[in-house]
T-cell receptor, first 115, second 116 residues
Framework: EAQVTQNPRYLITVTGKKLTVTCSQNMNHEYMSWYRQDPGLGLRQIYYSMNVEVTDKGDVPEGYKVSRKEKRNFPLILESPSPNQTSLYFC??????????????FGPGTRLTVL | AQSVTQLGSHVSVSEGALVLLRCNYSSSVPPYLFWYVQYPNQGLQLLLKYTTGATLVKGINGFEAEFKKSETSFHLTKPSAHMSDAAEYFCAVSDLRGAGSYQLTFGKGTKLSVIP
C-alpha cells in the first residue's frame, strides 16, 4: 500500500530534550516536506526536500533541522524543543518538485507536546 | 507571497443541505488549486484539484469546485450534506517559488459540522 508513515504518533517531552520524528514514504517520491498545524493557523511549511541531500527552509524553520540521506526518509529533528513547538506535525511527499499539479500525500501526523 | 483565504472557520449545515465552503487566493497568474479534507485524528486527504482545462472540477465523495479566474476563487460545493462529511477542509494553492520548485500554501481551514 502506498503510504507515508510517521513515528511516533504521539510524544510528550520536556524542554531541551532532543527528539527526532521519523518520516518514510514508499512511493519513490522526489519531494518531501514537513508541516506543522496549529489551531486557527492552518498548515505551515517547516522544511522541504527536493531530492536526496537537497533541503531548504520553509516558512517556519526556526528550531528545526532535517536531513535527507535516503530518498524514502526525511526525519525532523528538534535539538532543543521548547513549549512553542507543541503542535501537530505532518510529513508529506509528492512525485516531483517541478510540477505543481502533483498532489501531496500526507502522513497520519505526530502530536508533540513539549512541557 | 501567495495567500489563501477561507471565509468562515466554522460552517454548520443540516443533513441534506447544500455545502458551500469558500476559498479565495492571491495570485497574478493561475496557480494550481487543491482542496484537502482532514477527518478527526487523521492526516490530510486530497478531495480534488485544478491544474488546467475544465474549470469545474469533480472530486471524491460528491464534492466539486469551480475555478473562477476573474474572482480568484475556488469554492467547494456539495449538493447534499451527509453526516460523514463532518471534517475540516483546507484550500491550498501551489505556485512556483525560487529554485524551480513549487510551494503549497494552505488556508487556515474550515471546520464543517453537519446537523442531523
Amino acid at each position: 500500500e502506498a503510504q507515508v508513515t510517521q513515528n511516533p504518533r504521539y510524544l510528550i517531552t520536556v524542554t531541551g530534550k532532543k527528539l527526532t520524528v521519523t518520516c518514510s514514504q514508499n512511493m519513490n517520491h522526489e519531494y518531501m516536506s514537513w508541516y506543522r498545524q496549529d489551531p486557527g493557523l492552518g498548515l505551515r511549511q517547516i522544511y522541504y526536500s527536493m531530492n536526496v541531500e537537497v533541503t531548504d527552509k520553509g516558512d517556519v524553520p526556526e528550531g528545526y533541522k532535517v536531513s535527507r540521506k535516503e530518498k524514502r526518509n526525511f526525519p525532523l529533528i528538534l535539538e532543543s524543543p521548547s513549549p512553542n513547538q507543541t503542535s501537530l506535525y505532518f510529513c508529506a511527499s509528492s512525485l516531483s518538485k517541478l510540477a505543481g499539479g502533483y498532489e501531496q500525500f500526507f502522513g497520519p501526523g505526530t502530536r508533540l507536546t513539549v512541557l | 507571497a501567495q495567500s489563501v483565504t477561507q471565509l468562515g472557520s466554522h460552517v454548520s449545515v443540516s443533513e441534506g443541505a447544500l455545502v458551500l465552503l469558500r476559498c479565495n487566493y492571491s495570485s497574478s497568474v493561475p496557480p494550481y488549486l487543491f482542496w484537502y479534507v482532514q477527518y478527526p485524528n487523521q492526516g490530510l486527504q486530497l478531495l480534488l484539484k485544478y491544474t488546467t482545462g475544465a474549470t469545474l472540477v469533480k472530486g471524491i465523495n460528491g464534492f466539486e469546485a469551480e475555478f473562477k479566474k476573474s474572482e480568484t476563487s475556488f469554492h467547494l460545493t456539495k449538493p447534499s450534506a451527509h453526516m460523514s462529511d463532518a471534517a475540516e477542509y483546507f484550500c491550498a494553492v501551489s505556485d512556483l517559488r525560487g529554485a524551480g520548485s513549487y510551494q503549497l500554501t494552505f488556508g487556515k481551514g474550515t471546520k464543517l459540522s453537519v446537523i442531523p
